[in-house]
């Protein structure tokens, strides 16, 4: 998804969805450990692991408009006609200007948050030399069939679905801007012929 232009961080860069920790990403208790196979990166802090996922969700969902969270048969939301569309956009945007929290949008929805369909990437952390730094994770989650993207018009004008190295070939050929977290990411996606390779990938890594 592609940045604006006036944004004070990455102006017109290319990047996946993702923002900063709230506090109401740790609000939400899972009944069980799952994906466990991943907290030796947290350091066994289950509550951090967790918080990460959360806040992957939530803005995953204020910037594209995919919403990574399950009925009680564990299937994704529709959010593909005129009507659900509208519906969940207005959540969007209510979430987005914090009047609304996203744990209420989910519980008057039904829908739990699919933090079992998450798994951890990497972390990366900008060298001290930078004047505005992150520390950041990445994951991966395959995209719900039944929904559709779209770019938030605020700190996101634009998307695009290509494969990871179509990608790297953009930047390469400065049609793209990417940082290099990104283009290490987009790097390991291209070892894989589908998503859900990486996936099993992902959750067989020792």
Same mark, same amino acid.
């Given at each position: 998804?592609? *940045? $604006?232009? %006036?944004? &004070?961080?990455?102006?017109?860069?290319?990047?996946?969805?993702?923002?900063?920790?709230?506090?109401?990403?740790?609000?939400?208790?899972?009944?069980?450990?799952?994906?466990? $196979?991943?907290?030796?990166?947290?350091?066994?802090?289950?509550?951090?692991?967790?918080?990460?996922?959360?806040?992957?969700?939530?803005?995953?969902?204020?910037?594209?408009?995919?919403?990574?969270?399950?009925?009680?048969?564990?299937?994704?939301?529709?959010?593909?006609?005129?009507? @659900?569309?509208?519906? #969940?956009? $207005?959540?969007?945007? *209510?979430?987005?200007?914090?009047?609304?929290?996203? %744990?209420?949008?989910?519980?008057?929805?039904?829908?739990?948050?699919?933090?079992?369909?998450?798994?951890? =990437?990497?972390?990366? =952390?900008?060298?001290?030399?930078? +004047?505005? &730094?992150?520390?950041? *994770? #990445?994951?991966?989650?395959?995209?719900?069939?039944?929904?559709?993207?779209? $770019?938030?018009?605020?700190?996101?004008?634009?998307?695009?679905?290509?494969?990871?190295?179509?990608?790297?070939?953009?930047?390469?050929?400065?049609? =793209?801007?990417?940082?290099?977290?990104?283009?290490?990411?987009?790097? #390991?996606? @291209? &070892?894989? +012929?589908?998503?859900?390779?990486?996936?099993? +990938?992902? %959750?067989?890594? @020792?």
């Amino acid at each position: 998804m592609k *940045r $604006h232009g %006036k944004d &004070r961080f990455l102006p017109d860069y290319y990047v996946f969805p993702g923002g900063a920790l709230d506090e109401q990403d740790y609000e939400i208790v899972f009944p069980e450990l799952i994906n466990n $196979h991943n907290l030796k990166d947290f350091k066994n802090n289950s509550k951090e692991y967790y918080a990460y996922i959360m806040c992957g969700i939530r803005e995953t969902f204020e910037e594209s408009g995919i919403l990574f969270a399950s009925d009680e048969t564990g299937n994704y939301p529709f959010i593909n006609n005129n009507e @659900s569309v509208e519906k #969940f956009n $207005h959540y969007r945007e *209510r979430v987005f200007t914090q009047k609304l929290l996203f %744990k209420d949008m989910l519980a008057k929805e039904r829908l739990s948050p699919a933090a079992d369909n998450f798994f951890y =990437i990497s972390r990366w =952390i900008t060298p001290p030399l930078f +004047h505005i &730094r992150y520390d950041t *994770r #990445f994951f991966a989650a395959v995209m719900p069939e039944n929904q559709e993207t779209s $770019h938030d018009g605020n700190e996101l004008v634009d998307f695009d679905w290509i494969e990871p190295d179509e990608a790297l070939n953009r930047y390469r050929d400065n049609r =793209i801007k990417l940082v290099m977290p990104t283009i290490k990411t987009l790097e #390991f996606l @291209s &070892r894989f +012929h589908k998503a859900e390779d990486v996936i099993t +990938h992902l %959750k067989n890594k @020792s």
